[in-house]
């Protein structure tokens, strides 16, 4: 399961920033860099695990003793006979469940319009201190999660370099604010999309579509990969938006989260 190519770009992130364990046949990862966040520290389901609520929780507490950790993260495969009761008792236990589903699409040359007063350039999320300044403000914007920013973001550096992920921001020409920004890293034969991100002021102006193809033309181009990867909440708006570019699904995991 946890082999699937598509997960694999997720596992990659994960690892670089963390320990890999296993536990028959469960994966689990404890993060050194982001202990406290709620992607930080989170088992892998092996969908041949008896799906027991407890029995995952006490994994959790094996593993993961970081004194500020206060959440549990769990990723399982949907399905199976037992699935839906889990669900429920997850449910009922204050779990926040999320459906994710990675899709996938065969890289090619993209024709996109580009207003001459706009320009996409690449960011330098390491050396550049003013592109650094600019994707922040975008991020705080558009996340409640300024805490993380200001004190994270190194750390989340050092993803950046052990990953090579490539930033894009569009402007507008003459301008610093960066209105979306994107991130690509390629894993093998994949490229994968990573923070597709558009500035609250300008939702609905197709920016994030400008972005992507512009991506889909590097991964294309440069990376020259056979597919690129995204991952969505099904029920989240930008699922569609991914669907309408041609990303199709090839594969989906559900959420168990609790702060």
Known sequence: ????????????????????????????????????????????????????LEHFEKLFIKYFTAPKTKHKTFLLTPGGPNFDQ????????????????????PTRRCSFPLADSLSIDALDLINNDKDISDYLELMKAEYDLEWFWKEGFKKKQTLIK???????????????????????????TLARFQEVVTHPDFYRNGYATILLNHGINHAHEVFKTK?????????????????NLGFKDVFEVSELMKF
């Not at 669900?87 to 996938?104: P, Q």
């Not at 402007?171 to 390629?186: A, C, D, H, P, T």
């Not at 597919?227 to 669907?243: F, G, S």
Request: hydrophobic share 35%; charged share 25%.
């Open 1 to 52: 399961m946890w082999d699937n190519q598509y997960l694999s770009t997720e596992i990659a992130l994960l690892k670089s920033i963390g320990i890999p364990l296993k536990y028959k046949g469960n994966l689990i990862i404890e993060s050194k860099l982001f202990p406290t966040f709620y992607g930080g520290n989170l088992i892998f389901v092996d969908k041949k695990e008896s799906p027991d």
């Open 86 to 105: 889990l669900i429920k008792k997850a449910t009922e236990k204050e779990y926040e469940i999320t459906h994710c589903n990675y899709l996938a699409m």
């Open 162 to 188: 052990t990953m090579d992920i490539k930033y894009f921001g569009l402007r507008e020409k003459g301008s610093s604010q960066i209105r979306s920004s994107l991130g690509l890293f390629q894993y093998g």
């Open 227 to 243: 597919e690129v990867v995204i991952q969505a909440d099904k029920n989240y708006h930008a699922y569609h938006l991914y669907r």
